[in-house]
């Protein structure tokens, strides 16, 4: 809503001066970021008719037992408020959760807090550790919302590449972002765009900066379960020296396909906990409570929904790598989430935005221009995302377009 309609009088309109003046005293810290290019990219979708490829939900069915034990909780009455740090049968099935799949044990009653989506999770972890003049060190590409993240917080990112085919990145240069004045490392593993998986040896190496420096390691661990070719979740906080340095981030939107029910956590050591605690308790109060208790089934499942599941995205992403070589991408194959990041080099188009507005416009085909996951955009201008979590029906509509594209 503008200045102007906010303050109920039509005369003044938003080109006005009495408008502009208005608009200089809005956030500067909102001037620095745009909307998500990623659901921008839905919206396009939509308005061209076109398959949307870009963002990552699934459009096929959660789980029966997920969805009944959802619906049974509104007719038990599971209306109002939950616990503003999470419903008590949810907190406790992520403790059993977290030390039965990575051998962590935590408390959760000092160390769990449910939010509103691992986003929220994230945004008050960030705003509960940060203080101004604190450097936080972010892997690129990286997904999209770290960026405001740090923004809105205070904090200076300090970008670290992760270079292609294999998304390494250069140890020296990873040394080199930490400093006396680094307070944290966010780290997406399975990571989102590029499919990366990291290491052992990796976490190793980022553990013994993180205890050097005395730095947190914000850990975004949501695509956990989706995961291939024999490569391993790793958390970081199941590292020597890691279980009280780590705010391990994670939810139900990915492993339970509930991208719209908004129900994440962040597992945190109690002096941090209770900071992002404060800072959620005034964002959202909650997660929607009937959804906390379906949460509390759903993270009870055995352990073979996640082989399944894991399975069932295999032949998703196998199917995907060949629509999109043999539409003429050049694909890293991901060993890990469910996006193919590709070259786009080979379509001689200028740049991923235009590139990425011809797919939707013309080709029907919506995707994720590259630079959206870059500090420095022209770092994506050769890369354009894919997402596979989508049904069979979507996969063979997206292949069909995409074959005009070849035509071409
Ligand atoms: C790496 C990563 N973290 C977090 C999210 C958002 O998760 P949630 O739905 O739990 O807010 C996404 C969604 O695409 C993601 O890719």
């Known amino acids: 809503m503008s200045a102007a309609s906010s303050a109920g009088d039509a005369s003044i309109s ?54 009944e034990a959802a619906r049974r909780a509104i007719t038990d009455d599971i209306n109002q408020y939950a616990i503003t740090w999470g419903a008590k049968e949810l907190r406790d099935a992520i403790a059993r959760k977290f030390e039965r799949t990575q051998g962590v044990r935590v408390d959760p009653e000092r160390e769990i807090t449910v939010t509103c989506g691992s986003t929220e999770a994230m945004m008050a972890t960030m705003m509960g550790i940060i203080n101004p003049g604190d450097e936080v060190v972010i892997f690129e590409p990286h997904y999209e919302n770290y960026g405001p993240d740090a923004i809105l917080s205070g904090a200076t990112p300090r970008f670290v590449q992760l270079q292609p ?18 307070k944290a490392i966010i780290l997406n593993t399975p990571n989102n765009p590029t499919g990366k998986v990291f290491t052992r040896e990796e976490l190793e190496f980022i553990r013994d900066l993180c205890v050097r420096w005395n730095a947190y390691a914000v850990t975004d661990e949501i695509y956990e379960h989706i995961i291939y070719d024999g ?7 199941s590292l020597d020296g890691m279980r009280d340095r780590t705010i391990t981030i994670n939810g139900m939107s990915k492993t339970y396909s509930v991208t719209g029910w908004r129900v994440g956590w962040a597992i945190a050591p109690p002096d941090a906990s209770v900071p992002i605690r404060k800072v959620h308790d005034f964002l959202t109060v909650g997660a929607a409570a009937p959804l906390q208790q379906a949460g509390a089934v759903a993270l009870e499942l055995p352990a073979s929904y996640y082989q399944k599941l894991a399975e069932m995205y295999v032949l998703k992403r196998d199917r995907m790598l060949g629509i999109l070589t043999e539409a003429g991408f050049r694909c890293f194959k991901p060993a890990g989430a469910y996006y193919i990041m590709t070259d786009i080099s080979g379509f001689g188009y200028p740049d991923d935005m235009a590139f990425s507005k011809y797919l939707v416009e013309k080709i029907g085909v919506a995707v994720v221009p590259g630079s959206s996951f870059y500090d420095d955009q022209k770092m994506g201008a050769r890369q354009v995302r894919f997402t596979f979590c989508k049904k069979e029906s979507t996969l063979a509509a997206c292949a069909e377009k995409l074959s005009k594209l070849r035509a071409r």
């Open 165 to 182: 085919p294999d998304w390494n990145f250069d140890r020296d240069e990873l040394k080199r972002a930490f400093g006396p004045k680094t």
């Open 14 to 67: 938003a080109g006005s001066p009495v408008a502009a003046a208005a608009r200089q005293t809005l956030s500067a810290k909102a001037e620095r970021f745009t909307e998500s290019v990623i659901r921008e990219m839905t919206r396009l979708a939509m308005q061209h008719g076109a398959v949307n490829m870009a963002q990552g939900f699934p459009d096929f069915s959660a789980s029966e037992e997920v969805k």
């Open 231 to 237: 490569s391993k979740h790793i958390s970081m906080a």
